[in-house]
């Protein structure tokens, strides 16, 4: 994903713009609270030593205190920070936009600067796995509430972690559950509401295969054992400025409570 590249404001005459080049962005994903940003850029634009600052991203006023340490390394200076996701300013999330992006970087103290550019999302290279995902999103539990010759009906039970201290419409979730490796249901579900700052808990309906089922896991189905299960698919997160689609593979257990 990128953002749309957009016009970022007229800079005043006695603020120094650095040099052209665009920075480069990192970000590493390692934990519920908190994201690791690493900026970079020429190393001629920005001294060793202690930074402070702020950064706002497409044009917005809402700017976000940054703090680090600068080193240089192979003719770039690079600064890391951490972005703790409740300081993120709605505003952010309401211009998002799914092409690219437009930030501004502005030095504190005695000397401003400002780096001001445009990135696309596939040039923001991410530190981290998809078994992030599992910090934020993880299966509960599916049940089965009626079951019958050749279809079922089953719950799914998913906790969704939303960081951030506004909340976020799910568009839509699409989901496919299997069992033993096969496909055994499929469902989705739209219109939900992750409030801020903490786990919400997702109700999922699932229409079973109930044969299909049978023929994966028959044996601890019969036996009303449970069936270990993996639930894959999207979730659609609804923000101004476009559709978001996060995939999703979680594993769990799969009881009969028919």
Same mark, same amino acid.
Do not use: C
């Given at each position: 994903?990128?953002?749309? &590249?957009?016009?970022? #404001? %007229? /800079?005043?005459?006695? *603020?120094?713009? @650095?040099?052209?080049?665009?920075?480069?962005?990192?970000?590493?994903?390692?934990?519920?609270?908190?994201?690791?940003?690493?900026?970079?850029?020429?190393?001629?634009?920005?001294?060793?030593?202690?930074?402070?600052?702020?950064?706002?991203?497409?044009?917005?006023?809402?700017?976000?205190?940054?703090?680090?340490?600068?080193?240089? &390394?192979?003719?770039? #200076? %690079? /600064?890391?920070?951490? *972005?703790?996701? @409740?300081?993120?300013?709605?505003?952010?999330?309401?211009?998002?936009?799914?092409?690219?992006?437009?930030?501004?970087?502005?030095?504190?103290?005695?000397?401003?600067?400002?780096?001001?550019?445009?990135?696309?999302?596939?040039?923001?290279?991410?530190?981290?796995?998809?078994?992030?995902?599992?910090?934020?999103?993880?299966?509960?539990?599916?049940?089965?509430?009626?079951?019958?010759?050749?279809?079922?009906? @089953?719950?799914?039970?998913?906790?969704?972690?939303?960081?951030?201290?506004?909340?976020?419409?799910?568009?839509?979730?699409?989901?496919?559950?299997?069992?033993?490796?096969?496909?055994?249901?499929?469902?989705?579900?739209?219109?939900?509401?992750?409030?801020?700052?903490?786990?919400?808990?997702?109700?999922?309906?699932?229409?079973?295969?109930?044969?299909?089922?049978?023929?994966?896991?028959?044996?601890?189905?019969?036996?009303?054992?449970?069936?270990?299960?993996?639930?894959?698919?999207?979730?659609?997160?609804?923000?101004?400025?476009?559709?978001?689609?996060?995939?999703?593979?979680?594993?769990?257990?799969?009881?009969?409570?028919?």
């Amino acid at each position: 994903m990128t953002f749309l &590249a957009v016009l970022l #404001f %007229v /800079l005043q005459a006695a *603020v120094p713009t @650095a040099a052209s080049a665009p920075l480069g962005f990192v970000l590493g994903v390692h934990g519920q609270t908190d994201l690791a940003v690493t900026l970079s850029g020429p190393e001629a634009d920005l001294a060793a030593g202690p930074f402070k600052g702020s950064i706002a991203i497409n044009g917005s006023a809402a700017e976000l205190p940054v703090a680090g340490t600068v080193t240089h &390394a192979g003719g770039r #200076f %690079v /600064l890391p920070v951490v *972005v703790h996701y @409740a300081d993120v300013p709605a505003d952010w999330a309401d211009r998002f936009q799914p092409d690219g992006f437009t930030y501004r970087l502005r030095s504190s103290g005695s000397t401003v600067k400002e780096w001001t550019g445009t990135r696309r999302w596939k040039d923001v290279e991410v530190d981290g796995s998809r078994d992030t995902m599992n910090e934020f999103v993880a299966l509960d539990d599916v049940a089965l509430t009626d079951v019958s010759l050749l279809s079922s009906e @089953a719950n799914a039970r998913a906790s969704v972690r939303n960081p951030f201290a506004f909340p976020l419409k799910i568009a839509q979730m699409t989901y496919t559950l299997f069992a033993d490796g096969h496909e055994v249901g499929s469902g989705s579900t739209q219109g939900l509401i992750l409030h801020p700052a903490q786990k919400n808990v997702l109700t999922l309906p699932i229409d079973v295969d109930h044969a299909a089922l049978l023929s994966a896991a028959g044996g601890a189905v019969v036996s009303g054992g449970d069936v270990a299960v993996k639930l894959t698919g999207r979730l659609v997160v609804r923000l101004k400025g476009g559709d978001v689609a996060i995939p999703i593979a979680m594993s769990g257990n799969l009881s009969d409570r028919s």
